[in-house]
């Protein structure tokens, strides 16, 4: 009977320590859910820290059901290898977020600014493509990658390594291969771990290596949602496909493009860095013909403020795109790309003309492709696709493009007649007046034209391009820009 109740004696506080710690489990579960991302004075780094990462959005850590000596280890972890390695000196602003469809994220396109489209849908097709996908779908040849010592990319223009830069040497080295190579490629630099890093950027073509699965994707692309979007914003209606597979921690330094950008995120996350064209000076681009053009002179990780002192005065826009997110990035807008520290990642761009674009005869645009080209004209894309369905060849786009297309053609035929009645009753006017010996002064219209950030930037590049095509000598430009100054305009009354 002793022996009896000193074991139910120890069996009870047994029973209660299992109730507790099956409890504590539960407990654990359950509030596993609403665990907070890490902010940032959790990663590491607290310098500069509500400017350096998103609050609330750059780390994340679940450590539910793992023990200490676990924890403890994420814990450091987390502390060493942040989401995004950059740490810079200027502040940030988040971009704005809008549902794609509503009228409001419109309204940030149509104004120029930048905006994150959430739940698109016209790049859903490619939402399936990984690395795998692409190695087992993607085998056309002399696809363009290249490969850097560091983490960073420097664009660099190679028809314009000659004359004064017949000795540039280019930052990173440049390849034309396979995708499979390109893939085995990254994992010999995974396996090296040496900070080597490799970036995949090329355009999509049709071509017999791309297969009928990836085809489909192509073909399947929401053109209706992309033309309803170019008519109301009145981009053109070519669109250029870049795609882009990159290792982890990578970088695009600061940078813009002359053209309307669509950035899809289809794997992996990326922190993207937007600055307003208003701080062309304070960002130092090489001169119109360097093979950088379009760059920044500045390092961000190592700024040289002596050097580039109007830097300090930057301020940006930040986001950390996540997958199937679509970030509008305005021609002229600088950006600079940032991929996550701990996956490899996989974008495309879809580029537009702008509209009433200054046309700068240096300023390259990129080849368009075959893949989701829509022609501008037309009635030339309807003949085309006509006669390659009789030549039983496949088919670019979609029935439903075509009918749209169609569509358009008798929308701007009518447009055209109205046009040219408009222009009519304009000159029926004219005469009118004329015959009552009323002139019209062109020189009382005239007013000040108000020059946005990014047509101003686009009016100093042709001034600039213009110059260097006639002397192809940065220190003629420089001289001859300081000679039309001289003074003449410090003395004029401010209008």
């Given amino acids: 009977m002793a022996r009896t109740s000193i074991q139910l004696r120890m069996f009870i506080p047994l029973v209660w320590l299992m109730f507790v710690l099956c409890n504590s489990n539960a407990t654990q579960r359950i509030s596993c859910d609403h665990l907070d991302p890490v902010t940032c004075q959790n990663s590491g780094d ?14 994340k850590t679940h450590s539910c059901g793992k023990t200490n000596k676990d924890k403890e280890k994420e814990k450091h972890t987390l502390h060493k290898v942040p989401i995004f390695r950059g740490v810079y000196t200027f502040p ?15 309204e940030f396109i149509q104004q120029g600014l930048p905006v994150v489209l959430e739940n698109c849908t016209f790049h859903k097709p490619a939402m399936k493509w990984t690395i ?11 696809h363009t990658a290249y490969f850097s010592t560091n983490r960073k990319f420097l664009y660099y223009d190679d028809d314009r390594i000659k004359g004064a830069y017949k000795d540039f040497q280019p930052p990173t080295k440049k390849m034309l291969l396979y995708f499979k190579n390109f893939s085995e490629l990254m994992a010999e630099l995974d396996r090296a771990d040496n900070g080597s890093r490799a ?10 290596g791309v297969s009928a699965s990836m085809l489909e994707d192509i073909n399947t692309f929401d053109y209706s949602w992309l033309l309803d979007l170019v008519r109301r914003v009145r981009w053109g209606e070519d669109v250029t496909n870049l795609l882009l597979v990159g290792m982890s921690d990578v970088v695009t330094p600061a940078h813009f493009d002359i053209l309307e950008n669509l950035y899809v995120q289809i794997f992996g996350r990326k922190r993207v860095i937007l600055f307003s064209p208003d701080y062309f000076r304070s960002l130092y681009p090489y001169p119109v013909g360097h093979p950088h053009d379009r ?6 990780d190592n700024p040289d403020f002596d050097k580039f002192p109007r830097f300090s005065e930057i301020r940006g826009m930040e986001v950390a795109l996540e997958k199937d997110e679509v970030l509008y990035i305005p021609n002229y807008w600088w950006h600079y790309i940032e991929s996550e520290s701990q996956s490899k990642t996989i974008s495309m761009n879809f580029w537009f003309e702008p509209k009433n674009e200054t046309k700068t005869s240096g300023d390259k645009k990129p080849q368009k492709s075959d893949a989701t080209n829509v022609e501008t004209d037309k009635k030339a894309e309807v003949e085309e696709q006509e006669n390659m369905l009789t030549e039983g060849k496949d088919v670019v786009h979609s029935k439903e493009l075509l009918e749209l297309i169609n569509e358009d053609s008798k929308q701007n035929v009518e447009e055209n007649d109205e046009e040219k009645g408009d222009q009519k009753k304009d000159d029926d006017e004219q005469e009118q007046m004329a015959a009552e010996g009323v002139v019209k002064n062109d020189e009382d219209d005239e007013k000040e034209i108000i020059l946005y950030a990014a047509k101003y930037l686009a009016l100093l590049r042709e001034t600039e391009t213009s110059l260097f095509r006639a002397t192809f000598s940065h220190k003629k430009v420089k001289q001859i820009l300081e000679e039309l100054l001289s003074g003449r305009f410090d003395y004029l009354e401010k209008h």
């Fill in 199 to 208: 970036y995949f950027q090329s355009m999509l073509y049709l071509q017999d």
């Fill in 132 to 142: 795998k996908y692409l190695v087992e779908n993607l085998q056309d040849k002399d």
């Fill in 295 to 300: 760059q920044t002179q500045v390092d961000f």
């Fill in 46 to 59: 607290d310098r500069n820290c509500g400017n350096v990462y998103l609050q609330n959005d750059d780390h």
């Fill in 92 to 106: 940030v602003d988040p971009i704005p977020r809008r549902n794609c469809f509503d009228e409001e994220a419109m």
